[in-house]
């Protein structure tokens, strides 16, 4: 008798609650912040100061061990008919070295400089900061805006001094620089003009443009947005320059408006030409190199009328520059370059890449109107000036 068979076993049946997806999700890693932050931009700007002040004492140090090798502790005494405190009173082997002490700080720290920046933001970093473009509207609006820039810079510069320099005195017990261009004209009344242009306006203007409205503006506005980002750069800009405190206050002011400069035009070269011609008029009117009769005079009998003029041409030079702005595009749209952090390093996952020729898409009425005003009251100050 056959043996039954045996009862096949019921194939084994598996529940799938859910079905797989064909591609599992991966989360992106989170964009790389810009560097530097707050804390690395004091370390690295103690740095930047160390090396370009420490230059400076140290041409002027090595000029004072000459002038006591040479002619001992007599030769550093005051000389006769000399202004107390004036720069003359020193022998004329030191008024040289304190005069070449700033071309060459201002070397030594564009080196600094370069080297930080390149290891920071890598080799890219001259199209992150926008130095391989040159926009020739914004740089025009910029230089026709310079009039009403040294007046109302000095305008609150002086009102500064008035409440702000007597109460940190006090607080302190530390006291004024002097006379900040009669300082200038003693240490470069031996050279030609054009050696102070280049030590007082050229070297500022790119070296101090490159490492704060560059180098800090690249991380902090990249890390913070744009309105903490420009104070703090601002603020960074204006502890270099020491003392007095109203001169500490006023060139932050001026480092946030030269930062607007770089933001609407999107190329560094904007703020290092309106800085450095800035600092060059300061150097050249200091050396009776270049007329400012013309407005002391209108200064003292129109200053109402004088400051109204500069405020007024500073608006709208600011507004012609934000109308003739260089934009941001979203990735896809015609002439967009591809997808990298741009010139100005917008925020972390902003998803937006540099347009290459979006200079200027704001033109029109709007934008002829703010010329046509900048332009008549940049000439009606210049007729005030020079008329």
């Given at each position: 008798m056959a043996e039954p068979s045996p009862t096949?076993?019921?194939?084994?049946?598996?529940?799938?609650?859910?079905?797989?997806?064909?591609?599992?999700?991966v989360a992106s890693p989170a964009p790389k912040l810009p560097r530097p932050g707050f804390v690395e931009a004091c370390i690295l700007t103690l740095g930047f100061?160390?090396?370009?002040?420490?230059?400076?004492?140290?041409?002027?140090?090595?000029?004072?061990?000459y002038v006591l090798a040479v002619g001992g502790m007599d030769a550093l005494k005051t000389q006769p008919g000399a202004e107390p405190g004036s720069v003359p009173a020193v022998p004329q082997v030191l008024r040289a070295a304190v005069a070449w002490?700033?071309?060459?700080?201002?070397?030594?720290?564009?080196?600094?400089?370069?080297?930080?920046?390149?290891?920071?933001?890598?080799?890219?970093?001259?199209?992150?900061v926008?130095?391989?473009?040159?926009?020739?509207?914004?740089?025009?609006?910029?230089?026709?805006?310079?009039?009403?820039?040294?007046?109302?810079?000095?305008?609150?510069?002086?009102?500064?001094?008035?409440?702000?320099?007597?109460?940190?005195?006090?607080?302190?017990?530390?006291?004024?620089l002097g006379d900040p261009g009669r300082a200038l004209q003693d240490t470069f009344s031996g050279f030609h003009w054009s050696f102070a242009v280049f030590a007082i306006g050229v070297g500022p203007g790119i070296v101090e443009e490159v490492w704060c409205?560059?180098?800090?503006?690249?991380?902090?506005?990249?890390r913070y947005g744009w309105t903490v980002g420009v104070a703090l750069t601002s603020l960074f800009f204006g502890v270099l320059h020491l003392w007095p405190p109203s001169y500490v206050l006023t060139t932050a002011v001026m480092g946030a408006c030269l930062h607007y400069t770089y933001a609407v035009s999107r190329s560094l070269w904007v703020p290092i030409a309106i800085h450095l011609v800035n600092n060059s008029v300061a150097?050249?009117?200091?050396?009776?190199?270049?007329?400012?009769?013309?407005?002391?005079?209108?200064?003292?009998?129109?200053?109402?009328?004088?400051?109204?003029?500069?405020?007024?041409?500073?608006?709208?030079?600011?507004?012609?520059?934000?109308?003739?702005?260089?934009?941001?595009?979203?990735?896809?749209?015609?002439?967009?370059?591809?997808?990298?952090?741009?010139?100005?390093?917008?925020?972390?996952?902003?998803?937006?890449?540099?347009e290459k020729h979006t200079c200027g898409a704001?033109?029109?009425?709007?934008?002829?109107?703010?010329?046509?005003s900048a332009g008549g009251s940049a000439g009606v100050l210049l007729w005030l000036f020079f008329g």
């Amino acid at each position: 008798m056959a043996e039954p068979s045996p009862t096949p076993e019921p194939p084994l049946v598996v529940r799938v609650e859910e079905e797989l997806p064909l591609v599992l999700p991966v989360a992106s890693p989170a964009p790389k912040l810009p560097r530097p932050g707050f804390v690395e931009a004091c370390i690295l700007t103690l740095g930047f100061g160390a090396v370009l002040f420490g230059t400076v004492f140290a041409v002027v140090g090595l000029a004072v061990l000459y002038v006591l090798a040479v002619g001992g502790m007599d030769a550093l005494k005051t000389q006769p008919g000399a202004e107390p405190g004036s720069v003359p009173a020193v022998p004329q082997v030191l008024r040289a070295a304190v005069a070449w002490s700033f071309p060459a700080g201002y070397a030594a720290g564009l080196v600094y400089a370069v080297v930080v920046f390149r290891l920071v933001a890598g080799p890219g970093w001259t199209r992150e900061v926008g130095l391989r473009r040159l926009p020739p509207v914004h740089l025009g609006l910029g230089l026709l805006a310079l009039p009403a820039f040294v007046i109302l810079s000095d305008t609150l510069a002086q009102a500064l001094a008035e409440w702000v320099d007597p109460f940190v005195y006090r607080l302190t017990g530390l006291g004024g620089l002097g006379d900040p261009g009669r300082a200038l004209q003693d240490t470069f009344s031996g050279f030609h003009w054009s050696f102070a242009v280049f030590a007082i306006g050229v070297g500022p203007g790119i070296v101090e443009e490159v490492w704060c409205r560059g180098f800090l503006g690249r991380g902090l506005v990249g890390r913070y947005g744009w309105t903490v980002g420009v104070a703090l750069t601002s603020l960074f800009f204006g502890v270099l320059h020491l003392w007095p405190p109203s001169y500490v206050l006023t060139t932050a002011v001026m480092g946030a408006c030269l930062h607007y400069t770089y933001a609407v035009s999107r190329s560094l070269w904007v703020p290092i030409a309106i800085h450095l011609v800035n600092n060059s008029v300061a150097a050249l009117a200091a050396m009776k190199a270049f007329p400012t009769e013309g407005m002391e005079r209108a200064g003292a009998e129109h200053p109402f009328l004088v400051v109204a003029l500069a405020a007024y041409l500073l608006l709208f030079v600011g507004a012609a520059m934000w109308t003739y702005r260089c934009r941001l595009v979203p990735p896809g749209e015609a002439n967009a370059a591809p997808i990298r952090r741009g010139v100005m390093v917008p925020p972390a996952g902003h998803g937006v890449a540099f347009e290459k020729h979006t200079c200027g898409a704001g033109r029109g009425w709007l934008g002829g109107m703010c010329l046509a005003s900048a332009g008549g009251s940049a000439g009606v100050l210049l007729w005030l000036f020079f008329g």
